[in-house]
């Protein structure tokens, strides 16, 4: 069955600190992928997406992703935290013809000023 | 504005009751899905619909229901609520395939459900 890992399940940064959090998943074939954030309180929100093309991919906020075919892989990065990058990331794919996301079970990084 | 429109936002049911999560949107979306969000364990999919009258399972699909009679709704039914369906569950639309490649789902705000 299809799936995604995000490793960190909770992440402590201090202001400006560099940020990666790890994701992968399994399946074999065309995949589209995506990292959701959630803030305190509310509901999901798209950071940015890759369907195809150029495997690294900028999204809102500073926040930007590689697609690393050959590890299955889709990192989240972003050079210099802030405090109001406090939130829970999601992970999620979705195979070439289904266009359902798959999520992970989320990272929550909390950002001290 | 446009969204996907969750009602009620809170809940509380006693066991064995049954009731309905309201899910509307209004941009045209083909593709609706209901996720329900646990601590620790992310989203988990439990129905979802790729068109009007076309509904399929997710991961968790046990003891809930949908219907996909119109473009702009998604209702979820509960049959009889049991504790363990305590948690947060989201609405979620995206245009689908063959519209349009820059497509993420758009999520509603979320109903919280307790049942004691």
């Known amino acids: 069955a299809q799936s995604v890992s995000q490793h960190n399940h909770h992440v402590i940064l201090s202001e400006a600190a560099s940020l990666e959090l790890g994701c992968n998943y399994s399946?074999?074939?065309?995949?589209?992928l995506f990292w959701y954030v959630q803030y305190p309180g509310q509901h999901l929100q798209l950071l940015l997406k890759y369907f195809s093309g150029d495997p690294l991919v900028k999204g809102i906020k500073g926040f930007e992703a590689e697609f690393i075919k050959s590890k299955f892989s889709f990192n989240l990065r972003k050079p210099s935290v802030q405090w109001s990058d406090t939130a829970e990331y999601f992970c999620a794919f979705a195979s070439g013809g289904s266009y359902i996301p798959t999520f992970g079970r989320g990272t929550s990084l909390i950002v001290h000023p | 504005n446009a969204g996907v429109t969750q009602t009620p936002k809170f809940q509380v049911l006693k066991t064995g009751q049954s009731m309905t999560l309201q899910c509307a949107q209004d941009m045209n979306h083909e593709y609706m899905s209901w996720y329900r969000q646990d601590p620790g364990m992310g989203l988990r999919l439990i129905h979802y619909s790729v068109g009007a009258g076309i509904t399929d399972q997710g991961e968790v699909p046990n003891g809930y229901n949908v219907s996909r009679s119109t473009t702009e709704d998604f209702p979820l039914r509960l049959l009889s609520a049991a504790p363990s369906q305590t948690s947060v569950y989201f609405c979620a639309s995206s245009p689908g395939t063959g519209i349009s490649l820059d497509y993420g789902y758009t999520f509603g705000s979320g109903t919280r459900l307790t049942v004691v």
């Open positions: 399946y074999g074939g065309t995949v589209n």
